[in-house]
């Protein structure tokens, strides 16, 4: 998984309730990603980060926030969370500038009752 | 495990035989792309990739072919062993400054022993 870890792997929450998933990496990659995955569709970027504090808006990016404190640390905010977030969440980074390939991290899976 | 895809298209082969996965891009102005592996309950597998100057590019029993001119993409899998059963999907990177990627949203490789 690239040196990519996720936290927490599972997590089940309610409706309204905010939800923070964690994504880490251990090799200072500039460029960090936050996807989700559901039946039908394929990967949907939320948001993106090129930089510590530097990130930006997804194709679906409604009801998600972001932040990058740290090289390492990129973390998705669900402020209140909806039954239509419910999905696998993966992070992913870009390895080297000009390098556009991807790695994935393992996913979180997330269930909103 | 979960359920990448529900409806995905699916490709059943028996163990031994050769595979091909196609994929249709979306954007003539794309300049770089990936095929990725997903195995059930886990994050997506870098396989191969290929830049827009090149038609064909090999691997370890894998083969990416590139036609420009229909905008398509295939994989090509050798001697399918039963650990190449999973979801396969496409990535293409759309020329600009930008570092995101357009996923496809997948095809299911079962692998027949």
């Known amino acids: 998984d690239a040196g990519i870890t996720q936290s927490p792997r599972h997590k089940v929450t309610e409706t309204g309730t905010p939800v923070t998933l964690r994504c880490h990496q251990t090799e200072n990659h500039r460029y960090m990603y936050w996807y989700r995955q559901d039946p039908g569709h394929g990967l949907r970027l939320i948001h993106y980060s090129y930089g510590v504090k530097d990130t930006d808006k997804g194709e679906v990016s409604d009801g998600y926030s972001v932040s990058r404190s740290k090289t390492e640390d990129f973390l998705l905010t669900l402020e209140s969370a909806t039954s239509s977030q419910t999905s696998v969440y993966f992070c992913a980074i870009s390895v080297l500038a000009g390098q556009e390939t991807q790695y994935f991290g393992p996913g979180t899976r997330l269930l909103v009752l | 495990g979960e359920s990448v895809g529900l409806h995905l298209p699916t490709l059943s082969v028996q163990e031994g035989d050769n595979s091909i996965i196609n994929c249709a891009y979306s954007?003539?102005?794309?300049?770089?792309f990936i095929w990725y592996k997903q195995e059930s309950g886990k994050g997506p597998q870098f396989i191969i990739d290929i830049r827009s100057n090149m038609d064909k590019r090999q691997g370890q029993r894998v083969t990416v072919l590139l036609n420009k001119t229909v905008k398509h993409l295939s994989l090509q899998i050798a001697a399918t062993q039963p650990g190449d059963s999973a979801v396969y999907f496409c990535a293409e990177h759309v020329g600009d400054s930008s570092y995101k990627l357009i996923f496809g949203s997948g095809t299911r490789l079962l692998v027949r022993p």
């Open positions: 954007n003539s102005a794309s300049d770089y």
